[in-house]
């Protein structure tokens, strides 16, 4: 198996990214390579200071790009204006069979357009969706988390059934629950969109509809597969996020604040770090790109070393587990089912 | 003055909710009038057993209602099955003038409802929002939070206004700071109507726009009043106390994992406390329902009668401090502004 990380995007890029990689190299199975795309003397002076060098040429291969996307680009700059970023390039790779997976940690609006222009999604998907691992006490994937600002009911539909495939595949969930998140439990909630939603989901018989979920709810383990619009998606992320700095910055001012709370602090030394790494999610890797025909990985724009190791590892998984070949023949079966009644509800079997 | 409070509506109603106006009748001035709309019978035992019998006849008036609306009835029964509720005993009591402020805490739909029909919004002021007040560093007002579903962006151009004359007007903030919770800060971020809003609220001249606000920003005191959506902002609202719930409850349970841990939990006892205080939002009393003709606040449905308490303090300062007068004055430019340019944009001035 190959692996392409564009070895030049991200916060800590190029340093932290080829870091990442060269551990992947060194601690994961054998028979998985790298190709790292980027500007081909930086990338390898970054693995001489990895002490990967040995790894160049067995296990580690550069692929050169002139350019680097950054955030304050465009989104369709990748197809556009930097047609030879590492991200278009190993986009590229991807979609020409050069590797399995990709992981970057780059500007996440670029990569999708990317993903879905040069890589293409499944047949069938209307549109991929961002999906995010939230970090509670069970593993929640959020999705959409950011892509789809105007969705439809049908969308919507797919995200959940692409949603429980990838639970079910990387989570060994036998049967993962859906929830819509929503304004409150009644089915007649929300805009006219998500009470189109609703009643689909209820609809279809090949996921576990648990019903809508409230804001309040999403910590508590209702379901394993959160689905949202990608305007609602990206807030609840990104509040989630905030929040958990918040009542950080909060409990550290309170620890802090005199002596016998300064002792406390040393007493929690410990659980206060496990506190703090049970709240990462860059535990679970990154963010997949779901309905997209090859498995991309977005990795959280501040990736250290640990979280590209983690992707990796996510990556590996995503392609081993035949993720993508059951979202095809739902969307496959889908089609034909759109076809055949001339509706768009969703087909009664779908591959096991 | 003359507080209108429901005494039978809530989750710790009547006993609570009346302890609350008996403290209130006994701490804050003497010029405030208390009319508790219940049973007759059962508000009288228990304004006795909250030692508060004196006051009946001089700063307390009961005033019967038959029934209680309940959170399982439908808010429109506030006006169809259960007029005789004391929600809307309340609500008409209000409206007559019989009394200046209602409190209530409630069914929120029911009481928006009402509020809406009985008491009326403000002339020219399209639909009434639910503020929020949340607990961070800084107090911010999340408007709507769970009234309007589907909006217009002249709602939430007036819903920005409306916030920051409470805002200005009861936490004497000069010049509030309105933020759009958005899923990115350029201004073409969102669904149409965020972009229109953004549009909008660029425009107007008589608030102060911060811009678009991420769910990341949202409790780092960004800005003074958050415009959202009633979809969004609920979700907003109730993931933030969600969040709380289970940051608090992962702190816990770091707390008492070791005995070391649990002197730690010793020394912290009176921090906890305080963490746990500074982040209850009912310390600021209740929800304001922004627009309606009158001061009407939801207290939370958990109201104790310490929510109850500040819950009348906050209706005192909503009704002396001209928060409607300046909110009606708003409303009456912005009708002559559309009607004299036949659009519907803010008026360039406004009262002080």
Known sequence: MKLIIDAMSGDNAPAEIVRGAVSAARTLDSHIEYILVGDEDTVKKEIASANGSDFIGSRIRIVHA?????????????????KKSSMTV???????????ALICAGNTGALYTGASLIVRTVKGIRRAAIGTLLPFDRPLLLLDSGANINVTSEYMEQFAFMGTVYMKKLYQIEMPRVGLVNNGAEAHKGTPVYVETHERLKMTEDICF?????????PFGKCDVLVADGFTGNIILKLIEGMGSFLMKRMKKMLFSSLATKLSAVLLKKQLKQFKQDFDASEHGGSPFLGISKPVIKAHGSSDARAILNACKQAVRFTENGVIGEIAQFAAAYQRNVKSTGTESTPSVVSE
Chains 1, 2 share one sequence.
């Open 66 to 82: 002139d350019e680097v996307l950054t955030m304050e680009d465009d989104p369709t700059d990748v197809v556009k204006k930097k």
């Open 90 to 100: 190993a986009l590229h790779l991807l979609a020409d069979g050069e590797g399995d």
């Open 210 to 218: 648990v019903g809508n979920v409230e804001g309040k709810e999403i």
